[in-house]
């Protein structure tokens, strides 16, 4: 993506500082697929990365509503694994050579595709937009969004859906940098207002170690809040802490009901 403190982005030199990339140079910057000459075809590619025939009519892609402008209160329930399952879920990943995240996004398409009938799903997840060691320590919010399309035969073995996943997000996290806006501008999709463009479910997996405060002997612990608004129909947000797994699972509650979650 970079070479040593120069490239390209539509056609023009991005300039470095004291040998690092300054904030207007990296952003969101991809090799090609931002160029004038060509810019619906960097949305293409970037839609072929997301999964199969991603880049085509978008009518199966969506998975809960029913087009019905709804009111986006949420919930969010949390459910803790123990050691013990989180070790089994460790052992899986290893044996199939894949990551965390990438073994609970397959579970929850399967989960996606048992309730709601369908083989061709669509989720959304946060990525950090730290592809350059220069961006590592650099103070800044540099998340972008990806949309992972997974297509599901009912009869197909777990680990081999697994191993699609796997393809699949490995080649959306090459273009993890692409704006997901101008993604979502490039497909001119019909547009819902009851719904999100790409994806109704945000899969997310918070993994990096936190460190523990130090307040001059007063105690902190961590907590989860409910948010008021849920900005998906399902948000599964799971938390990886030392050797537990948990999830807060937030959802719309004008389309599920809490007994039922």
Request: net charge negative; charged share 20%.
């Amino acid at each position: 993506f970079f070479v040593a403190g120069q490239g390209r982005a539509n056609g023009s030199q991005i300039t470095t500082q004291q040998g690092g990339l300054q904030e207007s140079s990296w952003h969101f910057f991809l090799p090609g697929a931002l160029d004038g000459d060509d810019e619906r075809g960097g949305g293409d590619r970037v839609c072929s990365a997301c999964g199969p025939s991603a880049a085509a009519e978008t009518g199966s892609m969506t998975t809960m509503t029913d087009g019905q402008l709804l009111i986006d209160e949420s919930l969010s329930p949390i459910f803790s694994f123990d050691k013990e399952v989180t070790a089994q879920l460790e052992k899986l990943c290893r044996s199939e050579q894949v990551s965390t995240y990438m073994a609970l996004l397959t579970i929850v398409h399967v989960l996606l595709h048992k309730y709601s009938g369908q083989d061709d799903i669509i989720t959304g997840s946060p990525v950090a937009g730290r592809m350059h060691p220069d961006l590592e320590s650099q103070i800044g919010l540099y998340i972008n969004t990806i949309a992972i399309r997974q297509s599901i035969h009912p009869l197909e073995h777990f680990t081999d859906l697994l191993s699609k996943v796997r393809q699949t997000v490995t080649k959306a996290l090459d273009y993890q940098t692409y704006p997901f806006d101008k993604l979502v501008t490039e497909l001119d999709l019909a547009r819902d207002l009851s719904r999100n463009p790409l994806f109704d479910v945000m899969v997310i997996l918070q993994n990096n170690p936190k460190e523990a405060l130090d307040l001059s002997g007063l105690k902190a612990e961590r907590f989860f809040t409910d948010a008021p608004i849920s900005n998906f129909d399902l948000t599964f947000s799971f938390v990886q802490v030392e050797e537990s797994l948990h999830l807060a699972l937030e959802y719309n509650t004008a389309l599920f009901k809490k007994d039922r979650m």
